[in-house]
């Protein structure tokens, strides 16, 4: 296993990942620099409204979409020059190699949910809000982000190592992706919808957010996330074990 | 223990409902270099899918080094090196990075990297990225990788594609030397026959998913053998007439032929038509190239 993370690691490290990594903080950071107001000058900073500002963009759009991106990177290199059937005529499980895939695209998820939380920290800090940070406000809602991505990554990771084209899981992914502003009115389907779940999850609660998906209870969003994750991850399991390759 | 060093018995593959592969005994003995040869479609690639566990059988098993594949992979597959089809690298990566992907796999010392890269002569471009390679670069690479892990058995499918006359040479010598200096033993596929021809100890044919022929490639030469054709004035009156002096001669209607026959018989032949007052027009001899014999084998649908 330790090998294969290894391995994975080298074909990685020299790929185009790492520009894609600082899109989304970067743009949710324009928009935290010149979008948020003090209530009065030289009031505290808003840590909350700044946030939800953010994680509009960042949540909404970028992070389901940099998701699908990372899990048809990973498999991007495998499908192009041949990789998968290399790999796998090497002493290796399918299992382990899906499992690593599938550890690479989470540890990207990650990755782009702590720069996103940095560059929040930053310009707060600069606007004068070092004093109050709400530690556990912006922890939670960047570590539930990253947790209602398993859904998605397993079922983007799944379509990506059936499809051996690299635009085709992507473009899925957008198609489902765009209607996020309007499923997430919905408290019926919201919760439902992989795409939307990054979304739910990190939009802080009690900030003019309460309508439509927003108003759900953590809870129920956390069990349909695992429940799902489960789900969509044993299926893309169950069909890369059995794939001809 | 028996002696084969990879065996399938009743090896099969249906897809689509059509059998790709049918009942497939293969046997690769240690030291073999063996040709696995048939015309495009006859199934070498999904067989060779099948030996290294990426496509599953539908019937049948395969064992390597005495070993069940389905329950030991891991094990067999440490010691089997592969080529399928063409070759596979990250175009992104240089050829030492490439090789350091799956050396990782493989736990071997690192040094190993470098020897490979000397042994198809890639040590020069051996830090630039791959997707700048030349087809046959990337081949040898492709061969590089398969003999990374020190294997026991080298499995190649098609590997001189896409090379020039250059490359074919230098990649047929390496395989030729790998069973005398590593004891590796070779299982090459090809749909030339002139090529494994010149390398192989022991061919099997296959053509619509059946084994067809499988023998040393010596067996397979003495199908080959030359005949002499005469053509005389009168051949049917000729012919019966040699007949009646015990001679051992052919007619089929159209041409006057004798099997393989020492220069002795050949002589008495000529002089007994000679003697009867035939023309004798030509006395030549007729070589069928195991080139002829793999088109008739094949049910001459071979493309060759």
């Known amino acids: 296993m330790l090998a294969l993370i290894r391995s994975e690691w080298l074909k990685i490290r020299r790929?185009?990942?790492?520009?894609?990594?600082?899109v989304s903080p970067g743009l949710a950071g324009l928009i935290g620099l010149f979008g948020v107001r003090e209530e009065q000058p030289g009031g505290p900073f808003p840590w909350l409204?700044?946030?939800?500002?953010?994680t509009a963009l960042h949540a909404m759009l970028f992070l389901p979409l940099l998701t699908g991106v990372y899990a048809a990177l990973v498999c991007r290199y495998e499908h192009a020059g041949g990789g998968w059937k290399q790999l796998l005529s090497?002493?290796?499980?399918?299992?382990?190699?899906?499992?690593?895939?599938?550890?690479?695209?989470?540890?990207?998820?990650?990755?782009?949910?702590?720069?996103?939380?940095?560059?929040?920290?930053l310009i707060g800090t600069a606007k004068g809000g070092g004093g109050a940070i709400p530690w556990s406000e912006l922890l939670g809602s960047v570590g539930r982000g990253w947790l209602a991505c398993l859904p998605l990554a397993a079922l983007q990771l799944a379509v990506?190592?059936?499809?051996?084209?690299?635009?085709?899981p992507l473009a899925v992914n957008v198609v489902f992706t765009i209607p996020n502003m309007l499923v997430a009115n919905s408290a019926d389907y919201a919760p439902y919808y992989p795409w939307v779940q990054p979304l739910l999850a990190m939009m802080p609660h009690q900030n003019g957010y309460d309508f439509g998906a927003f108003t759900l209870p953590s809870l129920t969003l956390l069990s349909v996330v695992?429940?799902?994750?489960?789900?969509f991850f044993l299926g893309g399991w169950a069909y890369f074990a059995r794939k001809a390759v | 223990m028996n002696e084969w060093i990879l065996e399938t018995n009743g090896l099969s593959k249906q897809l689509g409902g059509r059998a790709v592969v049918n009942q497939l005994n293969l046997q690769?003995?240690?030291?073999d270099i063996y040709g696995f040869l048939g015309p495009n479609g006859a199934g070498k690639t999904t067989t060779i899918r099948m030996l290294l566990g990426l496509a599953k059988p539908s019937v049948g098993s395969i064992r390597i080094f005495g070993k069940d594949l389905r329950k030991e992979r891991l094990s067999i597959l440490r010691k089997v090196g592969s080529l399928v089809e063409y070759p596979s690298y990250y175009g992104h990566l240089n050829a030492i990075d490439n090789l350091e992907t799956v050396r990782r796999l493989l736990d071997v010392p690192r040094s190993r990297i470098s020897e490979v890269l000397e042994i198809v002569r890639l040590t020069k471009d051996a830090k630039r990225a791959v997707k700048g390679y030349s087809l046959g670069m990337k081949q040898r690479l492709g061969i590089a990788t398969a003999l990374l892990g020190q294997p026991d058995l080298l499995i190649l499918d098609e590997p001189t594609n896409g090379l020039d006359p250059a490359g074919i040479q230098e990649i047929r010598e390496l395989i030729k030397s790998m069973p005398r200096e590593h004891g590796v033993t070779i299982l090459i596929s090809s749909h030339l026959l002139a090529e494994i021809e010149q390398m192989a100890t022991r061919v099997g044919i296959i053509t619509k998913g059946q084994m067809i022929f499988q023998d040393s490639i010596e067996a397979l030469r003495r199908q080959a053998k030359p005949t002499i054709r005469i053509s005389v004035s009168r051949p049917e009156e000729a012919w019966r007439m040699l007949l009646a002096k015990g001679l051992p001669v052919d007619w089929d209607q159209t041409r006057l032929t004798v099997g393989e026959v020492s220069d002795r018989t050949v002589a008495s032949i000529v002089a007994a038509l000679v003697q009867q007052d035939h023309d004798v027009y030509r006395v030549e001899e007729e070589r069928v190239s195991l080139e002829d014999i793999f088109l008739e084998i094949t049910g001459g649908e071979g493309s060759l």
């Open chain 1, 160 to 168: 990506s190592t059936a499809w051996s084209s690299f635009a085709a």
């Open chain 1, 90 to 121: 090497l002493p290796v499980t399918r299992t382990r190699v899906y499992i690593v895939k599938f550890l690479f695209v989470m540890g990207l998820v990650a990755l782009t949910q702590l720069l996103f939380l940095a560059v929040l920290l």
């Open chain 2, 28 to 31: 690769v003995k240690q030291g």
């Open chain 1, 15 to 22: 790929s185009v990942i790492w520009l894609l990594l600082l």
């Open chain 1, 226 to 231: 695992m429940g799902s994750f489960v789900v």
């Open chain 1, 49 to 54: 409204i700044a946030l939800a500002l953010m």
